[in-house]
């Protein structure tokens, strides 16, 4: 018999068994005109229940993908807080 999945409340409820992961909507943090695309969306990995930033960073049409723990993703906020705060 199939277990029901128990999504959180920001999942996207797509493709989650199949993929093993939930994911968020994906956000642009970019504006027209920028010369990089920054994309971030937030995934948890259904087995370990670890939670993760994935950001999509693209220049010239190339794709590059970085994940990095959640609690990570928040001291790296602080830290360019910090810097763009100088």
């Keep these: 018999m199939n277990q029901l999945i128990v999504h959180p409340e920001w ?3 797509a493709d989650c068994a199949s993929t093993g992961s939930h994911q968020s909507a994906t956000f642009n943090a970019g504006r ?3 010369l990089v695309g920054v994309d971030a969306t937030l995934v948890e990995l259904e087995t370990e229940g670890i939670r993760m930033l994935r950001l999509t960073i ?3 049409g190339t794709a ?3 994940s990095v723990p959640v ?3 928040r001291a790296l906020s ?3 807080t910090s810097l763009l705060d100088v």
Excluded: F, K, L, S
């Design 58 to 60: 693209t220049e010239e």
């Design 71 to 73: 609690e990570q993703a």
């Design 78 to 80: 602080d830290v360019i």
């Design 11 to 13: 999942c996207r409820r």
């Design 32 to 34: 027209p005109g920028d």
């Design 64 to 66: 590059a993908h970085y």
